[in-house]
């Protein structure tokens, strides 16, 4: 893959110290934090590429959903139970092999605008109801 230098290094050592992380000895008493990822950049810059190349070099599972279409529970859209069995899919229901996964969650700038557009909608009109 060519370009994304800075980005390819940051996701080398996030990879890096969550195998770490997961493989240590709990007897060293050395406390590894959790290793998430938030990938920022504007659209065909090449995010979900490189995590699509990540999952295909470590060899896990992954999944990729669109922030767009998750819901709060009892509403209607995706949940993060349907993600995770999206992961499990993936893994070809291997529960072990599900566990290394990726989850990708796209689109999350997406969600930002919707909640501003709304918040001055509702301003502008209290009484107006959007779903």
Do not use: W
């Given at each position: 893959?060519v370009?994304?230098?800075?980005?390819?290094?940051?996701m080398?050592?996030a990879?890096?110290?969550?195998?770490?992380?997961?493989?240590?000895?709990r007897?060293?008493?050395?406390?590894?934090?959790?290793?998430?990822?938030?990938m920022?950049?504007?659209?065909?810059s090449g995010?979900?590429?490189?995590?699509?190349?990540?999952?295909?070099?470590?060899?896990?599972?992954?999944a990729?959903?669109?922030a767009?279409?998750?819901?709060?529970a009892?509403?209607?859209?995706?949940?993060?139970?349907?993600?995770?069995?999206?992961?499990?899919?993936?893994?070809?229901?291997?529960?072990?092999?599900?566990?290394?996964?990726?989850?990708?969650?796209?689109?999350i700038?997406?969600?930002?605008?919707?909640?501003?557009?709304?918040?001055?909608?509702?301003?502008?009109?209290?009484?107006?109801?959007e779903c």
């Amino acid at each position: 893959m060519v370009g994304q230098e800075h980005a390819k290094k940051v996701m080398s050592v996030a990879v890096y110290n969550h195998y770490k992380r997961i493989n240590s000895d709990r007897k060293d008493e050395i406390e590894i934090e959790k290793s998430n990822m938030l990938m920022v950049g504007p659209t065909g810059s090449g995010k979900t590429y490189l995590v699509k190349t990540l999952a295909r070099l470590l060899d896990v599972p992954l999944a990729i959903t669109d922030a767009t279409s998750l819901t709060e529970a009892g509403y209607i859209g995706d949940d993060i139970e349907s993600v995770v069995s999206k992961l499990l899919a993936a893994a070809d229901n291997d529960v072990d092999r599900a566990e290394h996964g990726i989850i990708f969650i796209d689109e999350i700038d997406k969600i930002a605008k919707k909640e501003i557009h709304i918040s001055v909608t509702s301003a502008a009109n209290p009484y107006s109801r959007e779903c």
